[in-house]
């Protein structure tokens, strides 16, 4: 959560960001998600700025793969689409999302390829 600091004369300097520890989002997807999730299946983000994703990508025949990030609007009960992010290879990747205190979830949009198997983790800051 970000704090500010105070110097010797009361003025604030810059923010000191304390990231949370990293806890698994998703584990083992293999399959591109065709609907949105259900409203608990999100990361809730209250205080916090922004939410990096580490993903772990492995698969077969693999030519890319594509997230994307969504935003819960509690108004309308509903998630909306942000950024999204194209892997072209296997391996581990980072991402990150301004989240700005929303609830949020990354969603698998497109593959290209034999299977993959997805996990990520994530870090709020």
């Given at each position: 959560?970000?704090?500010?600091?105070?110097?010797?004369?009361?003025?604030?300097?810059?923010?000191?960001?304390?990231?949370?520890?990293?806890?698994?989002?998703?584990?083992?997807?293999t399959?591109?998600?065709?609907?949105?999730?259900?409203?608990?299946?999100?990361?809730?983000?209250?205080?916090?700025e922004?939410?990096?994703?580490?993903?772990?990508?492995?698969?077969?025949?693999?030519?890319?793969?594509?997230?994307?990030?969504?935003?819960?609007?509690?108004?309308?009960?509903?998630?909306?689409?942000?950024?999204?992010?194209?892997?072209?290879?296997?391996?581990?990747?980072?991402?990150?999302?301004?989240?700005?205190?929303?609830k949020?979830?990354?969603?698998?949009?497109?593959?290209?390829?034999?299977?993959?198997?997805?996990?990520?983790?994530?870090?709020?800051?």
């Amino acid at each position: 959560m970000t704090n500010v600091r105070i110097d010797e004369n009361g003025m604030s300097k810059a923010p000191v960001y304390d990231p949370t520890v990293p806890l698994l989002h998703r584990s083992s997807v293999t399959a591109v998600e065709g609907s949105d999730p259900a409203e608990s299946a999100g990361i809730d983000t209250p205080g916090y700025e922004e939410a990096r994703f580490d993903v772990d990508i492995g698969g077969t025949g693999f030519t890319s793969l594509e997230v994307q990030v969504l935003f819960w609007s509690s108004r309308l009960s509903e998630w909306f689409g942000g950024g999204k992010r194209l892997f072209t290879g296997t391996g581990r990747h980072a991402t990150t999302a301004m989240c700005r205190g929303q609830k949020v979830y990354l969603k698998v949009t497109a593959f290209t390829g034999t299977s993959f198997t997805l996990s990520a983790d994530y870090v709020l800051s």
